[in-house]
């Protein structure tokens, strides 16, 4: 289990579909910031441009969730903010982070 929380995760994640279209998230976390005996990370971010709009979006993914070969991921889960009358909900995990 890793514990120290000088490291970052990768993701990119494509949302709901929502008014006939999705929206791609891709970034990188904070670093991991303590939680119990595990660890979260922030996010924020803003989606790809599509039908010529964007939303933005932030968080904090779940803790972490340890894998067989030691490393670990996050799940991150939320809605997007309202545009053009609409929301956009997403629920992913993260790439590893060894």
Known sequence: ???????????????SVNDQHSHTMAGTTSCGIPYGANHVHCYKGVTSCDRGHVHCYFGMTGPALYLADGSHVHCHRGTTSLTHNHIHHYCSSGYPSY
Do not use: A
């Not at 289990?1 to 949302?15: A, E, G």
């Open 1 to 15: 289990m890793r514990t120290d929380l000088n490291h970052v995760h990768c993701f990119c994640f494509i949302t």
